[in-house]
């Protein structure tokens, strides 16, 4: 028996995690006849299948006003309390329209009841499910208890009853092992574990001839050692051991390339990078604006690649975490079969490393050990091939399609009764 699934977030477009992870769900629920659709206040969905809301999204001036008073303060004026209920019973009311107008079955929450970034979405989510016992499924990409930025705040009281709530018709996903247990100690609620997943079972596209002028095009030689940092330039990232691990190197073609932009949070991290790596003589490369969602051409007429097609052409993978909800760009190392040093963040102590990944680790700080790990790594073929084929098939048992059709199986079926996947 197929259903209407209907996906409610506050973005799902570009590459983020809650983005990309919603797209694998709905690829997974498709295969098996289940129908999905969109709510968001910024999308890249098909317009016939989706509803757009401005006010679900976490930049809308409106929304950012209320972070702006609630985060950071200890108490609240009666006027933002005032703003958060009306704007929450607006969205509230969207959501009737969009479950009537696509004659929706079963609600997923992407972390839309997880982190407060738009406080009215979640309030509205919530007094929605209070009001019909709809059935939902809340998947929680990152609590805001793990986030110092939501620590001082002015919304204790809206926190508890919505990020997330309480209620019987609600079936929690967490994604890994601390969330789980995080949210059963301070909400007492169970979950299901549900871990970020890629299709292993399809092996990467071979390098065609777009992607063969990557290189050129950011001004790296074939017989350059490209050292690929696959993220955002923001502090958590760690970025400052990547480029300390290339100047303990000591080799000239050995060179640093960040395949992102800062993001939301400022540019002065990338600065002092640029320093850093400018005073250990470090060959840094920022090429966020080289690297987009799709192929693509830029104004000047050059060409934007995808961050496959960086992972591609990429010797090494650098991932020095100081902290990750789980680590999407680990799992995409081991699928496009490259080395990797891995900063052991908590997530991927408990949730990774048992499952015994070859990966070089460190533990927040780089030793002769770790540098000479690398070293052996970029020169001995064989023992290279041999780690990243072993990561591969590991990532596969573990961390493919066939999990995540699993474990939605058990979630759907929770609902219906029946075993649709």
Same mark, same amino acid.
């Given at each position: 028996?197929?259903?209407?699934?209907?996906?409610?977030?506050?973005?799902?477009?570009?590459?983020?995690?809650?983005?990309?992870?919603?797209?694998?769900?709905?690829?997974?629920?498709?295969?098996?006849?289940?129908?999905?659709?969109?709510?968001?206040?910024?999308?890249?969905?098909?317009?016939?299948?989706?509803?757009?809301?401005?006010?679900?999204?976490?930049?809308?001036?409106?929304?950012?006003?209320?972070?702006?008073?609630?985060?950071?303060?200890?108490?609240?004026?009666?006027?933002?309390?005032?703003?958060?209920? /009306?704007?929450? %019973?607006? &969205?509230?009311?969207?959501?009737?329209?969009? @479950?009537?107008?696509?004659? +929706?079955?079963?609600? !997923?929450?992407?972390?839309?009841?997880?982190?407060?970034?738009?406080?009215?979405?979640?309030?509205?989510?919530?007094?929605?499910?209070?009001?019909?016992?709809?059935?939902?499924?809340?998947?929680?990409?990152?609590?805001?208890?793990?986030?110092?930025?939501?620590?001082?705040?002015?919304?204790?009281?809206?926190?508890?009853?919505?990020?997330?709530?309480?209620?019987?018709?609600?079936?929690?996903?967490?994604?890994?092992?601390?969330?789980?247990?995080?949210?059963?100690?301070?909400?007492?609620?169970?979950?299901?574990?549900?871990?970020?997943?890629?299709?292993?079972?399809?092996?990467?596209?071979?390098?065609?001839?777009?992607?063969?002028?990557?290189?050129?095009?950011?001004?790296? /030689?074939?017989? %350059?050692? &490209?050292?690929?940092?696959?993220?955002?330039? @923001?502090?958590?990232?760690? +970025?400052?051991?990547? !480029?300390?691990?290339?100047?303990?190197?000591?080799?000239?073609?050995?060179?640093?390339?960040?395949?992102?932009?800062?993001?939301?949070?400022?540019?002065?991290?990338?600065?002092?990078?640029?320093?850093?790596?400018?005073?250990?003589?470090?060959?840094?490369?920022?090429?966020?604006?080289?690297?987009?969602?799709?192929?693509?051409?830029?104004?000047?007429?050059?060409?934007?690649?995808?961050?496959?097609?960086?992972?591609?052409?990429?010797?090494?993978?650098?991932?020095?975490?100081?902290?990750?909800?789980?680590?999407?760009?680990?799992?995409?190392?081991?699928?496009?079969?490259?080395?990797?040093?891995?900063?052991?963040?908590?997530?991927?102590?408990?949730?990774?490393?048992?499952?015994?990944?070859?990966?070089?680790?460190?533990?927040?700080?780089?030793?002769?050990?770790?540098?000479?790990?690398?070293?052996?790594? !970029?020169?001995?073929?064989?023992?290279?091939?041999?780690?990243?084929?072993?990561?591969?098939?590991?990532?596969?048992?573990?961390?493919?399609?066939?999990?995540?059709?699993?474990?939605?199986?058990?979630?759907?079926?929770?609902?219906?009764?029946?075993?649709?996947?």
């Amino acid at each position: 028996m197929s259903s209407k699934i209907g996906f409610i977030g506050t973005r799902f477009a570009g590459t983020d995690g809650v983005s990309l992870e919603s797209a694998k769900w709905a690829e997974v629920l498709w295969d098996h006849r289940h129908v999905s659709y969109w709510y968001a206040g910024k999308l890249d969905r098909s317009p016939d299948i989706s509803m757009f809301v401005p006010h679900a999204h976490f930049a809308h001036p409106d929304i950012m006003w209320i972070n702006e008073q609630v985060f950071g303060k200890h108490a609240r004026q009666p006027d933002v309390t005032q703003r958060i209920y /009306a704007l929450a %019973d607006y &969205l509230k009311g969207t959501i009737y329209d969009f @479950v009537r107008k696509f004659e +929706i079955d079963i609600l !997923i929450a992407q972390n839309a009841l997880t982190i407060p970034m738009n406080i009215p979405l979640g309030v509205a989510l919530t007094q929605f499910v209070a009001e019909t016992a709809f059935p939902t499924i809340a998947h929680h990409h990152d609590f805001y208890w793990e986030r110092d930025r939501f620590s001082v705040n002015a919304v204790g009281d809206i926190l508890s009853m919505a990020f997330p709530p309480a209620l019987p018709s609600i079936q929690h996903v967490t994604i890994n092992s601390f969330a789980q247990e995080d949210l059963s100690h301070r909400c007492g609620q169970s979950s299901i574990l549900v871990p970020n997943v890629i299709k292993f079972e399809e092996e990467p596209p071979e390098p065609d001839d777009y992607v063969k002028d990557f290189r050129k095009d950011i001004n790296i /030689a074939d017989d %350059d050692i &490209l050292f690929l940092q696959p993220t955002r330039v @923001v502090p958590r990232k760690g +970025i400052e051991h990547a !480029i300390s691990l290339v100047a303990a190197l000591k080799n000239d073609k050995c060179k640093l390339v960040v395949s992102h932009e800062s993001g939301d949070e400022g540019d002065e991290y990338m600065h002092a990078l640029a320093e850093i790596a400018e005073h250990q003589g470090v060959d840094l490369r920022f090429v966020g604006h080289r690297v987009s969602d799709y192929r693509e051409d830029d104004p000047e007429g050059g060409k934007k690649y995808t961050l496959a097609d960086a992972y591609s052409q990429a010797d090494f993978i650098t991932y020095p975490s100081i902290y990750e909800g789980f680590g999407n760009a680990l799992l995409e190392a081991f699928y496009y079969r490259k080395p990797v040093l891995v900063n052991r963040y908590s997530i991927f102590i408990a949730d990774i490393e048992p499952r015994e990944f070859q990966v070089i680790t460190m533990n927040g700080y780089l030793t002769r050990d770790v540098v000479a790990h690398v070293q052996k790594t !970029i020169r001995d073929e064989q023992y290279r091939q041999e780690m990243v084929e072993k990561n591969y098939e590991l990532a596969k048992a573990f961390f493919s399609y066939t999990v995540l059709r699993r474990k939605l199986r058990a979630l759907i079926t929770n609902f219906t009764g029946l075993e649709d996947l």
